[in-house]
Nanobody, 127 residues
Framework: QAQLVESGGGLVQAGDSLRLSCAAS????????MGWFRQTPGKEREFVAG????????RYADSVKGRFGISRDNAKNTVYLQMNSLKPEDTAVYYC????????????????????WGQGTQVTVSS
């Protein structure tokens, strides 16, 4: 069964940087868009960033534009989220997800379009 495993979370101070990684196993997702979502207690899971199968189409939530960068290495079956200038409001559990449709021509920000999910990694930003 396909698995996505996130790593790289932790406790940092405001202004610091972190890089999250998401490694896929059991199958390749090189033909699928990949996304990062985040969730805080009592709130719905929200889209953060996504990258299409080719790596050329990228989409960000307005709240992270200019601070976060998503990339992928299909040879390693891994997607990354570089988070710079972190703010306390970025504190959340971050989830990696894979689009259920191959070669989708757009990067979806809709949770229901993502069929494969990791277990999440906690990111805490102190002020």
């Amino acid at each position: 069964q396909a698995q996505l495993v996130e790593s790289g979370g932790g406790l940092v101070q405001a202004g610091d940087s972190l890089r999250l990684s998401c490694a896929a196993s059991a199958r390749s997702f090189s033909d699928n868009a990949m996304g990062w979502f985040r969730q805080t207690p009592g709130k719905e899971r929200e889209f953060v960033a996504g990258i299409d199968w080719s790596g050329f189409r990228i989409r960000y939530a307005d709240s992270v534009k200019g601070r976060f960068g998503i990339s992928r290495d299909n040879a390693k079956n891994t997607v990354y989220l570089q988070m710079n200038s972190l703010k306390p409001e970025d504190t959340a559990v971050y989830y990696c997800a894979a689009d259920g449709v191959r070669w989708r021509s757009v990067v979806s920000g809709t949770i229901d379009d993502y069929d494969y999910w990791g277990q999440g990694t906690q990111v805490t930003v102190s002020s």
